[in-house]
């Protein structure tokens, strides 16, 4: 790893848990990691703005020589604040970053060996965050967009009326009969003022919106976008061959919400035609052979060795 370079994918980071052990063994190779990705032409101070050599003090701060102040090397960045080592953080991005279906706070606390979940909650969420990156692509193409919520059942809510769910407006790219990339956020409501700037944000103009009939997304056409709605109410023949991939995980979870709040489901005889009526009890069988000895009638348990009411009257008798 050439040290008066700027990293490069695949080259100035470790690609195996061997090469990331033996990059980062101790805190002063992790600093230097650092401070090589914020200044990789050199150390240029935030407050004067001269680029210069600083001063490393004895508490692991950066002095300028110019204007004298110190700055701290993680200052401005998730490591700002920690108390934990460096070399501990750059473990967890590697656990973090190495799972294939992703990671847990509760798996991130018992890998690392961190005192308490609250740590391990936060630090995962910062590199959550740091994953992110700001000048990433937008949706193109064709991309479909919709809401969900978030929560449980509430009491007489339904459609679109929530009393504490969360609202998450979903923007997913259509590759084929898959999903491509997506795009999600938290928005206070459904209407067009928080729909529209989710839209401009996450898929560039001119793409083809693919949506539902909400009036929150009447204005994608004077926004620069082309607008393909599709309707829930047309007969089911030709609204199951126009459904869009987000609506039928709506349909999903709307049956599933009407189910656990209690709601009577619809009649049996629609939904099975062909259905066959077993009675509660059976008629008495005739010719078909002895009929079953009537159940023995509840009563007291005897105790293991004692003799039956009739035994005794046998004994006694003889």
């Known amino acids: 790893m050439d040290s008066g370079t700027r990293p490069v994918a695949g080259v100035d980071y470790p690609r195996t848990f061997q090469e990331m052990d033996d990059w980062f063994r101790d805190e002063a190779a992790c600093r230097d990691y650092v401070r090589r990705l914020r200044w990789p032409a050199g150390f240029v101070c935030p407050h004067?703005?001269?680029a210069?050599?600083?001063w490393i003090m004895s508490d692991d701060l950066m002095r300028c020589r110019s204007c004298r102040r110190r700055t701290s090397l993680t200052a401005g960045t998730i490591f700002e604040g920690t108390r934990k080592p460096l070399r501990t953080w750059f473990m967890a991005m590697w656990f973090v970053t190495s799972q294939k279906n992703g990671v847990s706070a509760l798996g991130l606390q018992r890998t690392l060996g961190l005192g308490s979940y609250e740590t391990a909650w936060t630090w995962l969420h910062k590199l959550r965050r740091a994953m992110v990156r700001p000048g990433r692509d937008r949706l193109s193409g064709t991309v479909e967009a919709d809401e969900t919520y978030v929560g449980g059942p509430e009491?007489?809510?339904w459609g679109r009326e929530i009393?504490?769910?969360s609202i998450v407006a979903v923007a997913a790219e259509e590759d084929g009969k898959g999903i491509g990339r997506i795009r999600l956020r938290r928005i206070k409501d459904v209407s067009a003022d928080s729909l529209l700037p989710?839209?401009?944000?996450a898929v560039v103009p001119g793409a083809v919106l693919h949506?539902?009939?909400w009036s929150g997304y009447t204005g994608l056409k004077s926004a620069g976008y082309k607008h393909k709605v599709s309707d829930q109410h047309r007969p089911r023949s030709r609204a199951r061959s126009h459904a869009?991939?987000?609506q039928r995980r709506r349909a999903t979870q709307t049956v599933a919400a009407r189910h656990a709040s209690g709601r009577r489901p619809a009649a049996t005889s629609r939904l099975l035609p062909r259905r066959v009526h077993l009675p509660l009890q059976s008629s008495p069988l005739q010719g078909q052979g002895p009929a079953l000895p009537p159940a023995r009638r509840a009563g007291r348990r005897r105790r293991p060795g004692a003799l039956s009411h009739n035994h005794r009257k046998t004994t006694q008798s003889g």
């Open 163 to 165: 009393e504490s769910k």
């Open 198 to 201: 989710f839209i401009r944000d």
């Open 211 to 213: 949506t539902d009939g």
């Open 155 to 157: 009491q007489d809510k």
């Open 244 to 246: 869009t991939r987000a």
């Open 52 to 54: 210069d050599v600083a």
């Open 48 to 50: 004067c703005g001269a």
